[in-house]
């Protein structure tokens, strides 16, 4: 013999579970946790992906050779001021940084 559901019972598991993530969500929301402070190294990693999409430019050959100067030069004021903003951890190192990573960014992604 089979056993089969009764009527209506999909549609109460379902409210059931509807009712229950409401209910989860609405207590993360009500009681908020605080945030993760950002790592003092995010900003390497972050030079570091920028520095690797730089040399996949490079080697694709979406860089060309006049601006590969350019290119070297946005590089290597990334790396400094990356190493700067470590080092100091300051407000404004930590802009100038970001900044510079933007720069090697977009000297190569337009």
Known sequence: ????ALPGTTVIRRMSVLVLTTGLLAGC??????????SPNARLYAYLVAHGMARGALMGGRITAQNVPK???LDHDAQKAVLNAM??????????????????LTSFSS
């Open 87 to 104: 080092r100091l951890q300051t407000t404004s190192e930590n802009r100038k940084a970001d900044a510079a990573i933007a720069a090697l």
């Open 1 to 4: 013999m089979s056993q089969q």
């Open 71 to 73: 290119l070297i030069s």
């Open 29 to 38: 929301v009500a009681r908020p946790m605080e945030g993760v402070p950002p």
